[in-house]
Nanobody
Framework: VQLQASGGGLVQAGDSLRLACAASSERTYSRYAVGWFRQAPGKEREFLATISWNGESTYYSHPEKARFTISRDNAKNTVYLQMNSLKSEDTAIYYC????????????????WGQGTLVTVSS
């Protein structure tokens, strides 16, 4: 499975964006849990949200729970991250990652990573 993150761009504070994480392999992607992470300049990568393989379970980092929503459409082999009320501190490269064993917040649990998509929020 290879992942392709997209949907990033330059937006203003208060805007919304929906990121997408598409998989190259149709046969197995629906069996993977997928997580979203981000890394801002000079900061460590941080966990945002994760979703189980069937979409029935989700888990969010506490600060982002109110503004971000993770979802998936296995028929389209895509996982989404809806981000609302964006702030300048949301500026970062956003990564999606997959693993076969469960939906975890620890990035070390994920063995398949996309290339990242840049989100820039101007204030």
């Amino acid at each position: 499975v290879q992942l392709q993150a997209s949907g990033g761009g330059l937006v203003q504070a208060g805007d919304s964006l929906r990121l997408a994480c598409a998989a190259s392999s149709e046969r197995t992607y629906s069996r993977y849990a997928v997580g979203w992470f981000r890394q801002a300049p000079g900061k460590e990568r941080e966990f945002l949200a994760t979703i189980s393989w069937n979409g029935e379970s989700t888990y969010y980092s506490h600060p982002e729970k109110a503004r971000f929503t993770i979802s998936r459409d296995n028929a389209k082999n895509t996982v989404y991250l809806q981000m609302n009320s964006l702030k300048s501190e949301d500026t970062a490269i956003y990564y999606c990652a997959a693993n076969y064993h469960g939906y975890y917040s620890d990035s070390a649990a994920y063995n398949i990573w996309g290339q990242g998509t840049l989100v820039t929020v101007s204030s």
